[in-house]
């Protein structure tokens, strides 16, 4: 019996999710300096915006050791 092969494109996704879970705490680390712009050009709050930011670091904290192998 021939054993079927995962599909293709989750592999593309899970590498994407990776790469941005990677990338991003780069990014974070200077998003202080436009905190106060964003919140107020796209309505939300600081807090939101905050934790959303927080969220992404711990994602890339998680992830960093196993990149690096």
Known sequence: MRKANPFYGWMIVLG???FLALSAPISVSLTSLFATAVTEDTGI???QFTLSNT?????GILLAPLASR
């Open 45 to 47: 709050s600081l807090s």
């Open 55 to 59: 969220l992404l670091q711990g994602v």
């Open 16 to 18: 994407a999710i990776v």
